[in-house]
């Protein structure tokens, strides 16, 4: 049973920065590609940043040069460095992971990050 175990939210002030953890556990085939994701009120989910296997990564414009998204293969662990945050990343941030050769995604169960202004 695959599991994720998101930290580091919380509450920061407008140009603050916050990281973000996401444990994935109970694969034996491991994970490939790995990201963030988020929800604010009233508005859809939205992709944050992603990471595969190899390391290329992929950002939402409204994120480019603030935030980083790297991850650690051998603890199946992936982060997002968030720099210089905005009241507008106020949201619920979810990770997901897709499984190695079955390709099932899994959602952690978010943590909220809120910018007060």
């Known amino acids: 049973q695959v599991q994720l175990v998101e930290s580091g939210g919380g509450l920061v002030q407008a140009g603050g920065s916050l990281r973000l953890s996401c444990a994935a556990s109970?694969?034996?085939?491991?994970?490939?590609?790995m990201g963030w994701y988020r929800q604010a009120p009233g508005k859809e989910r939205e992709l944050v940043a992603s990471?595969?296997?190899?390391?290329?990564?992929n950002y939402a414009d409204s994120v480019k040069g603030r935030f980083t998204i790297s991850r650690d293969n051998a603890k199946n662990t992936v982060y997002l460095q968030m720099n210089s945050l905005k009241p507008e990343d106020t949201a619920v941030y979810y990770c997901?992971?897709?499984?190695?050769?079955?390709?099932?995604?899994?959602w952690g169960q978010g943590t909220q990050v809120t910018v007060s202004s």
């Open positions: 109970g694969s034996v085939f491991g994970f490939n590609d």
């Open positions: 997901n992971v897709r499984q190695a050769f079955t390709y099932r995604y899994f």
């Open positions: 990471i595969t296997s190899g390391s290329s990564t």
